[in-house]
C-alpha cells in the first residue's frame, strides 16, 4: 500500500520473482505455472490475431467467450444465465475484484474477508474507502499431512463460525468469500458457505466469491456459493482463465451476477480498461469448451505435483498442511528453527536456492504474529523442478 512518502510498494509477489531472477533460484513464490496450456487454447489465440479480432472487442465481452462462460457455468454447476446481461469480461480476476469493490462499497462500508487473504484484497478495500474486518482460519494439525493423517484429511484451515458471525453486521457491505483459497489450499465446507448466505441475508450484504481455483480441486467438485438457496440474487462469481488453461498472461477473468449487479460493476471497469485482451477472448471461450476429461486431468496431474513438493518439504523438516485445492501449500519452518517465515524467505535463495513466500503478506500488519513461521510454496512447477527444489531444501535440515 501507500508507503508515507506516498510511494506504492511492490507486491510480495514482484518482490519474490525479482529475488529469484537475480539470484537463480527455482522461483516457488509467485503462482504461475512453467508449462503452457492446451494447444487448442493457445492455436485459437494465434488464429484470432491471424483473423483480425485485434481491435476493442464489446465492453462487457465477445459474444463468444460471454456464451462459453455461460454453458461453462450450465454444464458444471446448473447455473443458468443470460449471456447477454449477466456475465462480463474483465482483465483478469483482478479487474472484476477491483471493479465489483469500487462499484459497491462505498467511504466506511465494511468488507468482510477471511484471513490469511489474497493481498489485493486489502489493497482494493482501501482503495475503495472500505473497512476491512477479518475472520481468522485456524490451523487445526489434526489434520492435513505432517501428522501422520496424509492426504484427502482437508487442509486443516477453518474460520470457527462464531467469529463469522460477529463479524458480519448491518455495516457489512460485501462478504468477499475466496474458496478454494489462496494462499491456504482450503476448500471451505457446506456449513461455511451456507452461513455466509444465511448473514448476508440476514445484513443486506453482497456476496463477492472469488472461485479462480475453481477446476483445481483434488477431492470433491467445486461448489460455487452462488448455487446456494438464497445466495443467487445477491452474489457476483467471479473467476479467470488464468490458472484453468495456464494462461496467467493473458488476463482473461469474468464475472457472473444478475443483470443490475452486472450494469453497475461495467460502470467501472469502463473506465479503468474499458475492455481487454480480443484475440484471447475467444481463445479462452475454446477453452472452457474442451472435454469434461481436459479439467479433471488437469487437476489429477497439479494433485501428483502438490504431492511431490509435499514429500520434499516434510522430508526437509517443515511441517504442512495438505491443501485441497489450488497452486500453493503452506510450510511451517518453525521446526526448522525459523521463527520469522520473511526472513527466512529472504535468506531462502541463499541458504537453499528457493523462493517462497511469506504467509505473512496475506495477513493484515497487527496479526502478522500468528502467521509468522509460515511460508508459502507453490507446485504449480513441472515434476523435476520440484524434484530439484526438494532436494536443494533438505540442506536446510
Ligand atoms: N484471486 C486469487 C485468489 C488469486 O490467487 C489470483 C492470482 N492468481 C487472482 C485472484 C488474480 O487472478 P487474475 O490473474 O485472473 O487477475
Ligand atoms: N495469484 C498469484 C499468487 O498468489 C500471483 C498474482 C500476482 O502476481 N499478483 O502467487
Not at 134 to 162: E, F, K, Q
Amino acid at each position: 500500500l501507500l508507503a508515507a512518502d506516498g510511494s506504492i510498494a511492490p507486491t510480495i509477489f514482484a518482490e519474490m520473482s525479482a529475488l529469484a531472477s537475480s539470484t537463480g533460484a527455482i522461483n516457488l513464490g509467485q503462482g504461475f505455472p512453467d508449462e503452457d496450456g492446451p494447444a487448442e487454447v493457445l492455436e485459437a489465440a494465434r488464429q484470432a490475431i491471424a483473423d483480425g479480432v485485434n481491435q476493442y472487442p464489446p465492453g462487457l465481452g465477445m459474444p463468444v467467450l460471454r456464451e462459453a462462460i455461460a454453458a461453462h457455468q450450465l454444464r458444471w454447476y446448473g447455473i443458468e444465465l443470460d449471456a447477454a446481461s449477466e456475465v462480463l469480461v474483465t482483465a483478469g480476476a483482478t479487474e472484476a475484484l477491483a471493479a465489483t469493490l469500487l462499484a459497491f462499497v462505498d467511504t466506511g462500508d465494511e468488507v468482510v474477508t477471511f484471513e490469511p487473504y489474497y493481498d489485493a484484497y486489502a489493497a482494493i478495500i482501501a482503495r475503495a474507502g472500505g473497512v476491512h474486518r477479518t475472520v481468522p482460519l485456524h490451523w487445526s494439525r489434526d489434520s492435513g499431512a505432517g501428522n501422520g493423517n496424509g492426504s484427502g484429511s482437508g487442509s486443516g484451515w477453518r474460520p470457527d463460525h462464531d467469529e463469522v458471525r460477529a463479524a458480519v453486521t448491518d455495516r457489512t457491505r460485501v462478504i468477499l468469500v475466496n474458496s478454494p483459497h489462496n494462499p491456504t489450499g482450503a476448500v471451505l465446507d457446506a456449513e461455511t458457505l451456507a452461513l455466509v448466505v444465511e448473514l448476508a441475508e440476514r445484513h443486506d450484504a453482497l456476496i463477492v466469491t472469488d472461485e479462480v481455483y475453481e477446476h483445481l480441486v483434488f477431492g470433491a467438485p467445486h461448489t460455487p456459493i452462488a448455487t446456494l438457496p438464497g445466495a443467487r440474487a445477491r452474489t457476483i462469481s467471479i473467476s479467470s482463465g488464468g490458472k484453468t488453461f495456464s494462461t496467467t498472461g493473458w488476463k482473461i477473468g469474468w464475472l457472473t451476477a444478475p443483470a443490475p449487479l452486472v450494469t453497475a460493476v461495467l460502470a467501472v471497469k469502463q473506465y479503468l480498461t474499458y475492455v481487454n485482451g480480443a484475440p484471447f477472448q475467444p481463445a479462452i471461450a475454446t477453452g472452457l469448451g474442451l472435454p469434461d476429461a481436459f479439467f479433471t486431468d488437469a487437476a489429477t496431474a497439479l494433485a501428483a505435483k502438490r504431492d511431490v513438493l509435499a514429500a520434499g518439504l516434510e522430508a526437509a523438516g517443515f511441517a504442512l498442511s495438505l491443501p485441497e485445492a489450488g497452486y500453493f501449500v503452506i510450510a511451517d519452518a518453525a521446526p526448522l528453527g525459523f521463527a520469522d517465515g520473511a526472513e527466512l524467505c529472504r535468506a531462502l535463495p541463499g541458504l537453499a536456492g528457493v523462493v517462497g513466500v511469506p504467509v505473512t503478506a496475506f495477513v493484515h500488519p497487527d496479526r502478522q504474529g500468528d502467521y509468522a513461521s509460515l511460508v508459502r510454496f507453490a507446485f504449480c512447477k513441472r515434476r523435476e523442478v520440484l524434484e530439484e527444489a526438494s532436494a536443494r531444501l533438505a540442506r536446510l535440515s
